[in-house]
C-alpha cells in the first residue's frame, strides 16, 4: 500500500513570489509515479506535473517544478512567479503499476495574496 | 478534444431515493476510475474499469453502491438507497493507461437531505 502525507494544510504567498508545497510518501514498489493535482474552488481536478520515480531528472513545468528525493521519499512542488490564479487547493498522489488507484495526500489549500 | 463528461453536476435527492451518477470517458481511454471526495476522507477510489471489465471495487462502501460499465464510452455509479453520509463529490477519470496521467472530470456534487 502506498500512503502520501502533506505537512501544510495551508500555505500563503505573495504574488509574483515563489512558493514550495511539501509532499513525503511510502511505499515499497519500486515502480511507481508521482503527481501533483490543483483544485480550484471550481473543484475540477487539474493535472500540474507528474514524475516518474525511474527517472532522476526533476520534472518541470512552465513555472512548475518539482524537487524529488527518492531516498528520501519526498516530492515537493515549487511554483515559481506565483499568480493569483494559483490559489487552490494542491493533492500530491502517487500510484503504481501494481495499484493503479491513485493514492491522494490530504491537500495543501495556497492562498495567493497581491 | 472533450475532457471527461460527468452528469448530472449537482444532485440533491431525499434519503431512500435511487441515485444515478454517469461519466463519459475520453475517447481511447481503456481506464475508468470513479473517486469520491468528502471533507473527512480526502478522495478515495471507489472502483476502477479496464476495458469495460471492473478489476478493483473493494472501495465500493457497501451493496447500496454499484457501478456498470455497458460500453468504452459510458459508465455509471449508483446508489440505492441512497443516505445522508453518501453526501460527497464524486469523480470520474480515465487514463490511457497506467503510467500516464488520470484525467478528471468536473464531479458531481451529491447531497442526500
Known amino acids: 500500500a502506498q500512503t502520501v502525507t502533506q505537512s501544510q494544510p495551508e500555505m500563503s504567498v505573495q504574488e509574483a513570489e515563489t512558493v514550495t508545497l511539501s509532499c513525503t510518501y511510502d511505499t515499497s514498489e519500486s515502480d511507481y509515479y508521482l503527481f501533483w493535482y490543483k483544485q480550484p474552488p471550481s473543484r475540477q481536478m487539474i493535472l500540474v506535473i507528474r514524475q516518474e520515480a525511474y527517472k532522476q531528472q526533476n520534472a518541470t513545468e512552465n513555472r512548475f517544478s518539482v524537487n524529488f528525493q527518492k531516498a528520501a521519499k519526498s516530492f515537493s512542488l515549487k511554483i515559481s512567479d506565483s499568480q493569483l490564479g494559483d490559489a487552490a487547493m494542491y493533492f500530491c498522489?502517487?500510484?503504481?503499476?501494481?495499484?493503479?488507484?491513485?493514492?491522494f495526500g490530504k491537500g495543501t489549500s495556497l492562498l495567493v495574496t497581491p | 478534444d472533450a475532457g471527461v463528461i460527468q452528469s448530472p453536476r449537482h444532485e440533491v435527492t431525499e434519503m431512500g431515493q435511487e441515485v444515478t451518477l454517469r461519466c463519459k470517458p475520453i475517447?481511447?481511454?481503456?481506464?475508468l476510475f470513479w473517486y469520491r471526495q468528502t471533507m473527512m476522507r480526502g478522495l478515495e477510489l471507489l472502483i476502477y474499469?479496464?476495458?469495460?471489465?471492473?478489476?478493483?471495487d473493494s472501495g465500493m462502501p457497501e451493496d447500496r453502491f454499484s457501478a456498470k460499465m455497458p460500453n468504452a464510452s459510458f459508465s455509471t455509479l449508483k446508489i440505492q438507497p441512497s443516505e445522508p453520509r453518501d453526501s460527497a463529490v464524486y469523480f470520474c477519470?480515465?487514463?490511457?493507461?497506467?503510467?500516464?496521467?488520470?484525467?478528471f472530470g468536473p464531479g458531481t456534487r451529491l447531497t442526500v437531505l
Open positions: 498522489a502517487s500510484n503504481s503499476n501494481s495499484g493503479y488507484a491513485l493514492n
Open positions: 477519470a480515465s487514463s490511457p493507461g497506467i503510467s500516464p496521467p488520470q484525467f
Open positions: 475517447s481511447g481511454h481503456d481506464y
Open positions: 474499469f479496464n476495458n469495460n471489465v471492473p478489476i478493483d
